[in-house]
Nanobody, 115 residues
Framework: QVQLVESGGGLVQPGGSLRLSCAAS????????MRWYRQAPGKEREFVAS???????NYVDSVKGRFTISRDNAKNTVYLQMNSLKLEDTAVYYC?????????WGQGTQVTVSS
């Protein structure tokens, strides 16, 4: 049974930091590219960051220099370190695993940036 379980969300003040985790099970994690998406209220889901099987990261322009994606294949986990958080980073953050024509999604974790 495939599972992606996100954690680490919460309420943080502007300028603060959070680290999201996504624990994977039920598939060969090391063979999948991993991505983070987010969806703010009333908006479409948008790509945030991705990491390839060999560890190369890519980011949407709005988070470059603030967010860092990483993975630990021994723990079947992908992370998203979020620094210098802004109000506009408020969203539900989703973990996504992709390989060829296969894609899996987590249930999401809420990140709220508010003063």
């Amino acid at each position: 049974q495939v599972q992606l379980v996100e954690s680490g969300g919460g309420l943080v003040q502007p300028g603060g930091s959070l680290r999201l985790s996504c624990a994977a099970s039920g598939f060969t994690f090391s063979r999948y590219g991993m991505r983070w998406y987010r969806q703010a209220p009333g908006k479409e889901r948008e790509f945030v960051a991705s990491i390839t099987t060999d560890g190369s990261g890519n980011y949407v322009d709005s988070v470059k220099g603030r967010f860092t994606i990483s993975r630990d294949n021994a723990k079947n986990t992908v992370y998203l370190q979020m620094n210098s958080l802004k109000l506009e980073d408020t969203a539900v953050y989703y973990c996504n695993a992709v390989r060829l024509n296969m894609a899996y999604w987590g249930q999401g974790t809420q990140v709220t940036v508010s003063s």
